[in-house]
């Protein structure tokens, strides 16, 4: 019985470290995803010039957007370029990260 309840616990550990390091993975990507937009839309997604600031968007909004961009129901003339080369994974996890700096105030 006690090694049945260790082997449970262990499983339990493994199982949340996995997840922890899966939410990682997906932060780093979206991180390095995101450094594409800062050419544009200026470091952090605040932007010097007439192109708008993206630091302020939550993330379901700019999910939206983005894909809204990717299939053409919303036009532009550069995003729906940049966006249909995204999955939507990528776009998800892009979305997540820049949404987490406004939270760490950038």
């Known amino acids: 019985m006690n090694g049945m309840h260790i082997a449970a616990c262990c499983a339990a550990g493994l199982a949340l470290f996995g997840t922890a390091v899966a939410n990682a993975q997906t932060i780093s990507r979206g991180q390095v995803i995101a450094a ?16 708008p600031s ?3 968007i939550p993330a379901e909004r700019m999910i939206q957007t983005l894909k809204a961009y990717k299939t053409g129901t919303r036009y532009s003339t550069v995003m729906g370029r940049h ?17 987490s700096l406004q939270k760490k105030g950038k």
């Open 54 to 56: 993206i630091d302020y």
């Open 83 to 99: 966006s249909s080369g995204y999955s939507d994974e990528e776009i998800v996890e892009t979305a997540n990260y820049l949404a």
């Open 36 to 51: 594409t937009c800062y050419t544009c839309h200026g470091t952090h997604g605040v932007s010097p010039s007439d192109i």
